[in-house]
Antibody, heavy 122, light 108 residues
Framework: QVQLVESGGGVIQPGGSLRVSCAAS????????MHWVRQAPGKGLEWVAF????????DYADSVKGRFTISRDNSKTTVFLQMNSLRVEDTAVYYC???????????????WGQGTLVTVSS | EIVLTQSPGTLSLSPGERATLSCRAS???????LAWYQQKPGQAPRLLIY???SRATGIPDRFSGSGSGTDFTLTISRLEPEDFAVYYC?????????FGGGTRVEIK
């Protein structure tokens, strides 16, 4: 079965950097687009970033554009989110999600990881 | 940006009752691009419905989706105890991908 396991969350000061990872198994990762979605404590869901299966296309929410970078290593079936210039408002659980819908540009979120908590605080 | 507005914010119902959740889009959407997710406390969201009305793998048939244009609906025909959760609609028609604010279905 599909498994997505995030790691790398933690407490970081405002202005700092952090990289979170998501290891996938049970899926043909090299043909799967991947997303990051976040959820601030007690709040709703916010899409963050998307990367195409081959890494040739990326897309970002305006709130993170220029600060966050999504990347992937298909040989390690892992997707990353590099977060720079972190702000207090970036505090959230960060979920990776597998793109659903083969013929869709972005697709829906077919499978989700359990999430990793990133806390930005001084 | 396509804004999705969910109503009601909270739905208080008893097990066995029917739940009707609404999602309204700020502009017309193809039915291909509307999905619904369920989230229970402390858990990741789970895909319920994609393409407006297609059930995801393992989703029981008491969950159904419908709609077109700007108005979409998730219906739970008879609430089971495990269905009390928060439900989100989502559009993947255009970037930025967006979610509705969620509807909480609570036990009355």
């Amino acid at each position: 079965q599909v498994q997505l396991v995030e790691s790398g969350g933690g407490v970081i000061q405002p202005g700092g950097s952090l990289r979170v990872s998501c290891a996938a198994s049970g899926v043909t990762f090299s043909t799967s687009g991947m997303h990051w979605v976040r959820q601030a404590p007690g709040k709703g869901l916010e899409w963050v970033a998307f990367i195409r299966f081959d890494g040739t296309y990326e897309d970002y929410a305006d709130s993170v554009k220029g600060r966050f970078t999504i990347s992937r290593d298909n040989s390690k079936t892992t997707v990353f989110l590099q977060m720079n210039s972190l702000r207090v408002e970036d505090t959230a659980v960060y979920y990776c999600a597998l793109k659903g819908g083969d013929n869709y540009k972005w697709g829906y979120f077919e499978y989700w990881g359990q999430g990793t908590l990133v806390t930005v605080s001084s | 940006e396509i804004v999705l507005t969910q109503s009601p914010g909270t739905l208080s119902l008893s097990p066995g009752e029917r739940a009707t959740l609404s999602c309204r889009a700020s502009q017309s959407l193809s039915i291909s691009y509307l999905a619904w997710y369920q989230q229970k406390p402390g858990q990741a969201p789970r895909l319920l419905i994609y393409r407006t009305s297609s059930r995801a793998t393992g989703i029981p048939d008491r969950f159904s989706g419908s709609g077109s244009g700007t108005d979409f609906t998730l219906t739970i025909s008879r609430l089971e105890p495990e269905d009390f959760a928060v439900y989100y609609c989502h559009q993947c028609s255009s970037s930025p991908l967006t979610f509705g604010g969620g509807t909480r279905v609570e036990i009355k």
